[in-house]
T-cell receptor, first 116, second 114 residues
Framework: AQKITQTQPGMFVQEKEAVTLDCTYD???????LFWYKQPSSGEMIFLIY??????QNATEGRYSLNFQKARKSANLVISASQLGDSAMYFC?????????????FGTGTRLQVTL | NAGVTQTPKFRVLKTGQSMTLLCAQD?????MYWYRQDPGMGLRLIHY???????AKGEVPDGYNVSRLKKQNFLLGLESAAPSQTSVYFC?????????????FGPGTRLTVT
């Protein structure tokens, strides 16, 4: 069975600094996708970035990048130049595409607090 | 496009009461999902649907039923609510089952069962 582990319940970062949120995963499926979602205090789930298991390069989306290390089964999110608006819960999730209707499995999340 | 919408946004039920949560999407997505979010546990899949007229169980289906009579709607029912069903419920949809397609989430429904 697939599993996502986020070991950091909470993180603090100063404004304008970079921060890395950890995510490790476990799956025996060779084809999968890794996602990061942001959940601000208002509650909605906002898609940030995606990495496919066969992608050769690390995904980037603006200030977000995904440090994908397939052999270590890790997919860490890097946020550069943190802003106060980045304060939120961040969830790592994995999706497998082989006959499972592509269900997402979520980690327990990391609460990021950006300080002045 | 409204994306994924959920009705209601908040609800308080007494133990034993029933209710239906409505999810609607206007993106012509085939796949729809219901999740619940509890503190410290991330999101867990309750039920999902791979197309109109189909439903399947997820990770935590007990105490819930679903229906997908129309492609754009996915209903989640609680026949006899219990305090353990106090949670935030999210609906999501996806165009295909390809792992590269993100799931689009609704704004959530906060349900309290007393």
């Amino acid at each position: 069975a697939q599993k996502i582990t986020q070991t950091q319940p909470g993180m603090f970062v100063q404004e304008k600094e970079a921060v890395t949120l950890d995510c490790t995963y476990d799956t025996s499926d060779p084809s999968y996708g890794l996602f990061w979602y942001k959940q601000p205090s208002s509650g909605e789930m906002i898609f940030l970035i995606y990495q496919g298991s066969y992608d050769q390069q690390n995904a980037t989306e603006g200030r977000y990048s995904l440090n994908f290390q397939k052999a270590r089964k890790s997919a860490n999110l890097v946020i550069s130049a943190s802003q106060l608006g980045d304060s939120a819960m961040y969830f790592c999730a994995m999706r497998q595409s082989t006959g499972t209707a592509s269900k997402l499995t979520f980690g327990t999340g990391t609460r990021l607090q950006v300080t002045l | 496009n409204a994306g994924v919408t959920q009705t209601p946004k908040f609800r308080v039920l007494k133990t034993g009461q029933s209710m239906t949560l409505l999810c609607a999407q206007d993106m012509n997505h085939e796949y729809m999902y219901w999740y619940r979010q509890d503190p410290g546990m991330g999101l867990r899949l309750i039920h999902y649907s791979v197309g109109e007229g189909t439903t399947a169980k997820g990770e935590v289906p007990d105490g819930y039923n679903v229906s997908r009579l129309k492609k754009q709607n996915f209903l989640l029912g609680l026949e006899s609510a219990a305090p353990s069903q106090t949670s935030v419920y999210f609906c999501a949809s996806s165009l295909t089952q390809d792992s590269s397609y993100e799931q689009y989430f609704g704004p959530g429904t906060r349900l309290t069962v007393t």
